[in-house]
């Protein structure tokens, strides 16, 4: 299908609220917090010009926002919250009960770091802090993908195989407030794309009932489930992640359809692997940097590679075990730090993964950004440098780096 | 690697933690201790306020006299302490 694209200037926030306007959501409760802010902002112009038809519902507190989205989604809603740093972390508790009662609420997170010191830059450790709450992840590079990866977010979370709730991810400032032209599509396409979000039929007591609070069909979500079956409702959870990797992936091709865009597989995004003997892992904005820093080493004949991580949950390990094969050295970006672990994060998944492969490269640690300090291609290259010397040594001096740090 | 309860496996059970069961079908009588509470029905004046005070619904009033339904009651005395009639007692099992 050929479509006369549409260029919007927005910003990542702003790129967000223009989607949400044109997903047709029921609910929005939400707690202003930066770099959030814009979000709602903006999408509150939008609900106070009557552009939607949406339930804003302002509320005093991310806990109470949360709170109030699995309400809004337990009676079969089409739901959307936003939030950064501290806000995340008020709504954690929150978070797992979402995703425990299976309930696609899709959350923009506006990566921020956490306190402290109090700071409002980018770096990933809010959203490590939910890496293992059953939520899916989606990292964003720059405004366009922002605006991709939410309207993908509900027909990823809403698939009936998968019924999870999925967090689109972009960094603060460099993301959120960096303005770039947009290509968007009509409201129409987008509303034939989204849908509406379709409810999964559940047995209870003998009666085949859509899986949503009704007082027709009375059912009760959110009971006490000890020893005897809690396990069992966790191990559901792991099965839907499972099945999250084929609809990502699905989800992705169908957009790419509409829009000519691609972000690799949806999953992971290999760039220039295909003979590379170096390579960087790594999420979010910075992603964009690298690939400037990998077409410049190209042109000096340095194989190097990156590969950007953009489903951070479910994780992609059988993705990237192909994509870096035949790597020697490879060195993992974490925006984020885990003190006293092994590594990063993004460090310890990869790693691990890279443990079923025969022939595994060396793997290098690089902690950097953390509260928004920046990462120019100077320290990108120093980074290669230094994958580079491992190659040629064939040993890793320092597996934990922190990169920018005085 | 499941043991042999015989009870649901994860496959088996509906999605999200719904109950697939009514809170009827678990006997909590048998919390119950050494005291059961029972009727006088020639002292009681039906005013069912042990009806209404009962946390477990487990008085039952058929429309002209009050038992209880020992299936559920898990022996709190509530009922014998609010009835102004001394129509229940707490007795031993």
């Excluded at chain 1, 809010?126 to 590079?141: C, H, K, T």
């Excluded at chain 1, 998968?162 to 129409?188: E, I, K, N, R, W």
Aim: with cysteine.
């Amino acid at each position: 299908m050929s479509l006369q694209p549409k260029v919007e200037g927005l910003n990542g926030d702003e790129a967000i609220a223009y989607a949400l306007k044109q997903c047709n959501v029921d609910l929005v409760a939400a707690y202003p917090i930066t770099p959030q802010t814009i979000i709602v902002e903006k999408f509150s112009e939008y609900v106070a010009n009557g552009e939607v038809d949406t339930e804003f519902v302002t509320v005093e507190s991310e806990h109470s926002a949360m709170s109030a989205c699995i309400g809004g989604a337990a009676v079969g809603g089409r739901i959307f919250t936003a939030t950064a740093s501290a806000g995340l972390a008020l709504m954690h508790e929150m978070n797992y009960v979402a995703a425990s009662h299976r309930l696609p609420i899709v959350m923009a997170v506006v990566n921020r770091a956490l306190s402290g010191p109090i700071n409002i830059h980018a770096d990933h450790s809010d959203s490590m802090g939910e890496r293992d709450a059953s939520w899916i992840q989606l990292f964003s590079e720059n405004p366009q993908e922002v605006y991709d990866n939410m309207i993908q977010a509900f027909r990823v979370g809403e698939a009936p195989t998968v019924q999870l709730p999925c967090m689109v991810l972009l960094d603060g400032f460099v993301v959120s407030h960096t303005l770039q032209d947009v290509a968007v599509l009509s409201d129409d396409v987008v509303k034939g794309f989204v849908g509406r979000r379709g409810l999964p039929l559940i047995n209870v007591m003998g009666q085949t009932v859509p899986y949503k609070l009704d007082v027709e069909h009375p059912l009760t979500m959110g009971p006490l489930a000890l020893y005897d079956y809690y396990f069992e409702h966790k191990r559901q959870q792991e099965e839907a992640m499972m099945n999250a990797k084929e609809v990502i992936v699905k989800v992705h091709d169908e957009y790419a359809q509409l829009t000519g865009r691609r972000v690799g597989d949806g999953l992971i995004h290999p760039y220039r692997m295909e003979d590379a003997e170096m390579a960087l892992i790594c999420m979010g904005s910075t992603a964009g940097t690298t690939r400037t820093v990998v077409n410049e080493l190209r042109e000096k004949g340095v194989r190097a590679g990156l590969v950007k991580v953009r489903t951070f949950r479910p994780f992609p390990a059988r993705e990237i075990l192909d994509a870096v094969a035949g790597v020697k050295a490879l060195g993992v970006l974490d925006r984020s730090g885990a003190y006293g672990a092994v590594g990063g994060p993004l460090f310890n998944e990869v790693r691990s993964t890279l443990y079923d492969c025969a022939d595994r490269p060396f793997v290098v640690d690089y902690v950097y950004g953390l509260g928004g300090r920046d990462m120019p291609p100077t320290l990108i290259r120093e980074v290669y440098d230094d994958l580079a010397r491992v190659v040629k040594t064939g040993a890793v001096q320092q597996t934990l780096n922190f990169v920018g740090v005085r | 690697m499941s043991g042999s309860s015989g009870k649901l496996g994860w496959t088996g059970i509906p999605l999200g933690g719904v109950s697939w069961r009514l809170s009827e079908d678990l006997k909590t009588g048998d919390w119950r201790g050494e005291l059961k509470p029972v009727v006088d029905n020639a002292k009681c004046k039906e005013c069912l306020f042990c009806w209404v005070f009962c946390p477990d619904a487990a008085v039952r009033w058929d429309g002209t006299k009050i038992s209880i339904n020992y299936d559920y009651c898990k022996g709190c005395g509530i009922c014998e302490k609010e009835c102004p009639f001394d129509a229940i007692a707490m007795v031993k099992e």
